[in-house]
Structures are given as structure tokens and as C-alpha cells.
């Protein structure tokens, strides 16, 4: 089992439309949780950023990590064309940037016009 | 703030040649720095950590003969993949956590570097 795992999609929605990602991990652990997103051929961007359980809301994007079951969301609503990339959820055992993250393969989001 | 860059963005080499890539944090002091390596359609996955002034620190299954990485000041950090060869044909990417203004407790990206081996 990986230590991470995440639908690699590709996720087809409408504009406007609501989209929840999800990634489960097997590490108990993981205690800071983060949302990258890539754009192709380019280096991942740090969407957000949370510690332990809870959410986290930060304009149109919402993450959620549940603990206990080991599972993150990221929620993003009014779709827009331009949300169309690669989301990746990453985790780690301590935060600071003092280790390397552990990543899901990344979902391949398309938002339809 | 909290910008990282790399270079070459892109490179094509000869099997058996080494190439050096380089990791600049632009605008703050990167105290750690991370490599990783991303196969099409795979996650990204960490090669090694390096800490300014240090040796650093490479995940099992990495060769650290064959990935050179020095991170000899706080702006700049290298990894010279030695006696490439097709396999190694990959995307590598760095990241820098540190201190500076406006930067936060985590990782900042570099735009990534496509490596191909011929």
C-alpha cells in the first residue's frame, strides 16, 4: 500500500461548478497536510497549508483533514477554466520545511468552459 | 517573496555525460533545501535533503555517487546528475524552506528542470 494515494483523474466539470479532491494515507504520523497545484512542465504551487485535523478556508478554495480517518479534501467552488491543473495533496510528519514532503500522484483537473 | 529558480529549465545530454543543475533561492535565506524527481504521470518523489554547510541526506534507493548535491551558501544549491544515461531522462525540482521576509513555515518551488538523456 502507498503511503499516499490520490485518483489521478482526469476530473471533467463545468465552470461554476463545485470540485472535491481527496487523497487517503496510510502514515499516522502525517500531521501537516498541503495543497500544491501544478501547471504542466512547471514547478507546484502551495494552495494551502494546514496542521493536524480542521478546516482551512482561503478565498474560493476550502481543505479539510480528518485524522482519525486519514483522509484530506480540497474543495474549490466556482470552478474556473483557469483551475484547470494537476492538484497534488503532500504531507508530513513535522513542519518548518524541515523535511521533505511526501506527495499523491496528483489529480488532473479540466474545467469545462 | 519567496521566489526559487532554476536552471537550466531544460536539458539534453549524450548517455555517460554529467549535468549540473542549479537551485537559487531569490529573495531569502534557504537554510534546508529538497530534491525531487517526477516521472510523467507520477508523484513527485524526494531524492535528498541538504542543510547549508552540510552533507546531505539522501532517501534509501538513491545513489548519492551518482546524484551529487553541494548546498555550499544559502542562495544556491546543486545536484550534478554524474554518467547520465536514459533512465535517468526525468523532471527534477527544488524547493527551499527558510527565513526572510514574507516567507512562511513551508517549502517554496523551483520551476523544475527536464532532464533528457539520449
Known amino acids: 500500500q502507498k503511503e499516499v494515494e490520490q485518483d489521478p483523474g482526469p476530473l471533467s466539470v463545468p465552470e461554476g461548478a463545485i470540485v472535491s479532491l481527496n487523497c487517503t494515507y496510510s502514515n499516522s504520523a502525517f500531521q501537516y497536510f498541503m495543497w500544491y497545484r501544478q501547471y504542466s512542465r512547471k514547478g507546484p504551487e502551495l494552495l494551502m497549508y494546514?496542521?493536524?485535523?480542521g478546516n482551512k478556508e482561503d478565498g474560493r478554495f476550502t481543505a479539510q483533514v480528518d485524522k482519525s480517518s486519514k483522509y484530506i479534501s480540497l474543495f474549490i467552488r466556482d470552478s474556473q477554466p483557469s483551475d484547470s491543473a494537476t492538484y497534488l495533496c503532500?504531507?508530513?510528519?513535522?513542519?518548518?520545511?524541515?523535511?521533505?514532503?511526501?506527495f499523491g500522484k496528483g489529480t488532473h483537473l479540466i474545467i469545462q468552459p | 517573496g519567496a521566489v526559487v529558480s532554476q536552471h537550466p529549465s531544460r536539458v539534453i545530454c549524450k548517455s555517460g555525460t554529467s549535468v549540473k543543475i542549479e537551485c537559487r533561492s531569490l529573495d531569502f535565506q534557504a537554510t534546508t533545501m529538497f530534491w525531487y524527481r517526477q516521472f510523467p504521470k507520477q508523484s513527485l518523489m524526494l531524492m535528498a535533503t541538504s542543510n547549508e554547510g552540510s552533507k546531505a541526506t539522501y532517501e534509501q534507493g538513491v545513489e548519492k555517487d551518482k546524484f551529487l548535491i553541494n548546498h555550499a551558501s544559502l542562495t544556491l544549491s546543486t545536484l550534478t546528475v554524474t554518467s547520465a544515461h536514459p533512465e535517468d531522462s526525468s523532471f527534477y525540482i527544488c524547493?527551499?524552506?527558510?527565513?526572510?521576509?514574507?516567507?512562511?513555515?513551508?517549502?517554496?518551488f523551483g520551476p523544475g528542470t527536464r532532464l533528457t538523456v539520449l
Open positions: 524547493s527551499a524552506s527558510g527565513t526572510g521576509e514574507g516567507v512562511t513555515d513551508t517549502q517554496y
Open positions: 494546514t496542521y493536524s485535523s
Open positions: 503532500a504531507m508530513s510528519e513535522t513542519g518548518g520545511g524541515a523535511d521533505g514532503l511526501t
